[in-house]
């Protein structure tokens, strides 16, 4: 039976800031959240525990580990089986130049978001996909610029 999980103004809080800064220090968290350091280092640990929070990670700009090149690959499978679907995604996560795959509904299948050296680089690996006889199609998205949202809160 699934938990059903509560979260109050505190752990609202504890999530908003953490997803802003991860490396906040616990001390400076709970003073910002009004609460004891104790507290707020059970309440951190209880939401790991419920899975709200899954880990801490750095975020990193591609240009400077000069991977300035990004595009977003959408992807069809010219069967969507799982026989097909596994052995795909196990190689695309294994790829250096993977960012992120996503699973999708719709007309693609996936999509894939991928950061190379140049443009070379990006051909290069379109045509490793393309490649890959379980793919119909796959169209190749540049992306100019991105941007991240707001903190996800319950």
């Known amino acids: 039976m699934v938990e059903t999980v509560r979260f109050d103004s505190v752990d609202v809080a504890i999530l908003r800031l953490l997803q802003n800064d991860g490396r906040l220090a616990n001390k400076t968290l709970a003073a910002e959240v009004g609460v004891a350091p104790s507290t707020c280092l059970d309440r951190t640990a209880r939401l790991q525990r419920v899975g709200a929070i899954t880990g801490f990670h750095a975020a990193v700009d591609a240009v400077v580990l000069g991977r300035g090149t990004q595009a ?69 998205h540049l992306m100019f610029q991105s941007w991240s949202g707001d903190p996800i809160l319950p």
């Open 72 to 140: 977003l690959l959408t992807v069809q499978f010219q069967t969507h089986v799982r026989p097909l679907v596994d052995p795909f995604v196990e190689w695309a996560r294994q790829l250096p130049e993977t960012v992120a795959l996503h699973h999708v509904t719709g007309g693609d299948d996936f999509i894939v978001h991928v950061a190379t050296r140049n443009t070379a680089d990006l051909q290069r690996l379109v045509l490793d996909f393309t490649a890959r006889r379980e793919l119909g199609r796959v169209q190749t």
